[in-house]
């Protein structure tokens, strides 16, 4: 099996800067890309960031100029970090990883979380 475990989080006062990192464990083959989830209450779960495997990014709009997304694939570890913090980014940040799994498939894991909470 594989696991996420994601780090990083906490409370921090608008205009801070925090950085997440999940580290992928297990069986792993190879990881074509790691992505970054939030979803704050009532609200839906927005894609912040991809990363893929050849090193290209995505990210969301809302964040774009604010977060960046690296991995270390010696390490199976994507890390966000976020600069300029608002209130809005408050939300539990979830890791996802497109994981090809040593003689099986390829299988999406999620983290457990880790949660941002940023004050005004």
């Known amino acids: 099996q594989v696991q996420l475990v994601e780090s990083g989080g906490g409370l921090v006062q608008a205009g801070r800067s925090l950085r997440l990192s999940c580290a992928a464990s297990?069986?792993?083959?190879?990881?074509?890309?790691m992505c970054w989830y939030r979803q704050a209450p009532g609200k839906q779960r927005e894609l912040v960031a991809t990363?893929?495997?050849?090193?290209?990014?995505n990210y969301a709009d809302s964040v774009k100029g604010r977060f960046t997304i690296s991995g270390d694939n010696a390490k199976n570890t994507v890390y966000l970090q976020m600069n300029i913090l608002k209130p809005e980014d408050t939300a539990g940040y979830y890791c996802?990883?497109?994981?090809?799994?040593?003689?099986?498939?390829?299988?999406?894991?999620w983290g457990q979380g880790t949660q941002v909470t940023v004050s005004s």
């Open positions: 297990g069986t792993i083959f190879s990881i074509h890309a």
């Open positions: 996802n990883a497109d994981v090809h799994l040593k003689f099986g498939p390829n299988v999406r894991y």
């Open positions: 990363i893929a495997s050849g090193g290209s990014t």
